[in-house]
């Protein structure tokens, strides 16, 4: 294996300087050969509530440059272990929900055709759909650990089937997920009515939610969800809603009573080890943001996400 390309050094070139890239990584056309890229998906069509996260890709790049190559925590340094790009954006329609759902299918097929992993920045919740179609073309069925405020698989919005609120129940309809296999972390806050929660059983979700957190803690939290999803090709779609406002302030959809970015990231760290194909984080609205919190946050879940991609990578490649 030939040395990856790592970031821009930030002893010759200042974190604030240099590219605006994710972590000031390389761009996808810069390497050879991606074990993992990041690519951004600047569309919020979907949104029922606040706009804005079609300026994310930017926003939680931006944060990213503070982001160091070595992770105590995972006691990886993911850049120097596997190949990690920066792929752009995948540019979508923002008038055509259902055209520019095809575009991001399409862009994630091709991305991940040779093994490639990907980890995407949204954007909102409704481009976890396609994502989920073109992990499902290459992996089958799909076990997905889904952390948000909300359940997102309500039917429909006005009539629309393709929101942010919907793509889980759609992912179920098309026979996407393994529904032996499904988990909602970190949800709370009112609902329309008990039938909510009786038809995402029906779909095969078990929850967690952010009250579960607080009162079981991390550690039996992660027993509950490894256990549940054993060695299955896994799915981590992340909704930063799941935060609390105090620490994702810039997002669509804020509920009050949410993780701390401590808890997230400690979950996060108990998932080493599983079968991660495939990660988003979504729903960050920079027009919120105050002082980069949400876009700070974001970018370490996505660092998380990176070094996880990583030593399963490692993992694959020496076993
Ligand atoms: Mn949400
Ligand atoms: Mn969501």
Not at 25 to 34: F, G, I, N, T
Not at 209 to 220: I, K, L, P, R, S
């Amino acid at each position: 294996m030939t040395t990856p390309l790592g970031p821009t050094d930030s002893s010759r070139i200042p974190r604030f300087a240099g590219p605006a890239t994710f972590a000031r990584l390389p761009r996808l056309d810069q390497v050879e050969k991606a074990d993992i890229v990041v690519a951004g998906v600047p569309f919020d069509a979907g949104v029922s509530y606040r706009p804005g996260a079609r300026f994310a890709p930017a926003h939680v790049r931006e944060s990213s440059r503070l982001l160091r190559p070595y992770h105590p925590g995972l006691d990886v340094s993911p850049f120097e272990v596997a190949q990690v790009a920066d792929a752009g954006d995948i540019a979508v329609n923002p008038f055509d929900i259902r055209d520019a759902l095809d575009t991001i299918e399409e862009a994630a097929r091709e991305l991940t055709a040779d093994g490639t992993r990907l980890l995407t920045v949204g954007g909102d919740h409704t481009i976890t759909l396609p994502l989920l179609r073109a992990a499902k073309a290459q992996h089958g069925e799909i076990a997905l650990l889904h952390f948000d405020a909300h359940l997102d698989t309500w039917d429909t919005y006005f009539g629309a089937d393709y929101t942010h609120g919907t793509p889980f129940r759609r992912a179920f309809e098309e026979g996407i997920l393994d529904t032996e296999a499904l988990c909602h972390l970190g949800t709370r806050g009112p609902l329309y009515g008990k039938k909510d929660l009786e038809d995402d059983r029906r779909f095969g979700f078990g929850i967690v939610t952010a009250a579960d957190v607080y009162h079981q803690g991390v550690v039996e939290v992660i027993d509950r969800v490894r256990q549940r999803i054993g060695d299955r090709p896994l799915y981590i779609s992340i909704d930063i809603d799941v935060l609390d406002p105090a620490h994702a302030p810039g997002t669509g959809t804020p509920e009050a009573g949410g993780m701390t970015s401590r808890e997230l990231l400690e979950i996060l760290r108990g998932l080493d080890g599983l079968n991660l194909i495939g990660a988003d984080v979504v729903e960050v609205s920079p027009p919120y943001d105050h002082a980069e919190i949400t876009g700070i946050a974001a970018s370490h879940v996505a660092y998380d996400l990176v070094s996880l991609l990583a030593k399963r990578h490692v993992a694959m490649t020496q076993g």
